[in-house]
């Protein structure tokens, strides 16, 4: 059964290594770019659209859309909300390595823990959002497959293969398109699972570092919701 780890893994970005033709010198140039966003970076808001292959279905999933927030809380370390509006309301969090659902609709709260992902759920979610190219140049071999636009945008698509092998038990590559100009965050991500089943993730209206709220990353149920450990 899939978590929403998968879902909240879907908050990514970029690597290093000379491919396919492509000059190193293009690939070393996204990658410090990506150095200097990463210096900056304290937090971001977007919206998104979220779809989720299933391989052995042959099959897509309704596109879920909402609004992604993100923090740095500390080096290494963020924290995420996802507001989904359609065709399901629902909230996800993650803090910690725990992720919270809340489903409104049988107002449920769904906890995970995700401490046993130790340091690979760290690096997952701090890809493209605080992760250095040079950070990532040592976690992943990267290729750059071409050019391809992105909602009328000019991308650099990059293919991430993770060089640890506690990695790959979780994904088993990244592909990132991130603009050909300006801040190099992700318009796009696919996330591909060992199983074949990927998940696709595109971001509009990105805000780097705007003024967030004190609770604005807090999940807020109501009272009365039910509480479930879902896989203990």
């Known amino acids: 059964m899939k978590t929403p780890f998968v ?7 970029a690597g290093a290594l000379a491919p396919l033709g492509i000059a190193k010198d293009d690939l070393q140039e ?26 052995i279905l042959n099959d897509d999933s309704p596109p879920e859309t909402g609004t992604v927030t993100m923090k740095k809380v500390q080096p290494g370390e963020v924290q995420g909300k996802l507001d989904f509006t359609s065709p ?12 919270q659902e809340y489903l409104p609709k049988i107002n449920t709260l769904q906890i995970f823990d995700l401490d046993k992902h130790g ?3 760290d690096k997952f979610l701090m890809i493209g959002f605080g992760t250095s190219g040079t950070e990532i140049a040592a976690t992943y071999d990267v290729t750059i497959l071409g050019s391809e636009p992105v909602n009328g945008q000019a991308a650099t698509r990059l293919q991430l293969i993770p ?9 088993k590559k990244l592909e990132l398109w991130i603009p050909e100009q300006g801040d ?3 318009l796009r991500e696919k996330i591909s699972e060992p199983s074949g089943d ?3 993730v595109t971001y509009s209206k990105v805000t780097i570092n705007p003024p967030l709220q004190p609770d604005a990353l807090q999940l807020k149920p109501p009272a009365g919701v039910k509480i479930e450990h879902p896989g203990k």
């Open 184 to 186: 190099p965050y992700p």
């Open 163 to 171: 060089k640890n092998g506690e990695a790959k038990k979780y994904v």
């Open 198 to 200: 990927y998940q696709l």
């Open 88 to 99: 399901d309301i629902k909230t996800v969090t993650i803090e910690k390595r725990r992720v």
């Open 119 to 121: 340091p690979q759920l």
């Open 7 to 13: 879902s909240m893994v879907c908050l990514l970005v």
């Open 30 to 55: 996204i990658l410090s770019r990506m150095d200097r966003a990463a210096s900056d970076f304290k937090s971001m808001t977007a919206q998104v659209t979220h779809v989720t292959h299933t391989d």
